[in-house]
């Protein structure tokens, strides 16, 4: 069981910067590949970013490419997602998952795979 918690949303002009912190508990994190979604009312919920459990491999949705940047440091249990030049089409609750893997280099774009998830941060891009 890993117990995930989002910190670091908040509200932002367009251009601005913010970075999303995942702390996880539980069992040991550097057996879990990590992952950013994202949800706006009325939506699905949206690929954001990935990344492996050894960090050596990650991926990100194309609207993100540029501007985001996923990392993880095992040691402190803790992954980020770096945000910069946001967009008003960023806004929705962030949410980090995790799933548990044997494989060092395994990354995920669809959250059916992902067991665990946390409750969610809201970030809020204005114009």
């Known amino acids: 069981q890993v117990q995930l918690v989002e910190s670091g949303g908040g509200l932002v002009q367009a251009g601005g910067s913010l970075r999303l912190s995942c702390a996880a508990s539980?069992?040991?994190?550097?057996?879990?590949?990590m992952g950013w979604f994202r949800q706006t009312p009325g939506k699905e919920r949206e690929f954001v970013a990935a990344?492996?459990?050894?960090?050596?491999?990650?991926e990100y949705v194309d609207s993100v490419k540029g501007r985001f940047t996923i990392s993880r440091d095992n040691a402190k249990n803790t992954m980020w997602l770096q945000m910069s030049s946001l967009k008003p089409e960023d806004t929705g609750v962030y949410y980090c998952?995790?799933?548990?893997?044997?494989?060092?280099?395994?990354?995920?774009?669809?959250?059916?795979?992902?067991?665990?998830w946390g409750q969610g941060t809201q970030v809020t891009v204005s114009s």
């Open positions: 998952a995790a799933i548990y893997t044997r494989d060092y280099f395994y990354i995920g774009r669809n959250s059916d795979n992902y067991k665990y």
């Open positions: 539980g069992r040991t994190f550097n057996s879990y590949a």
């Open positions: 990344i492996s459990w050894n960090g050596g491999n990650f």
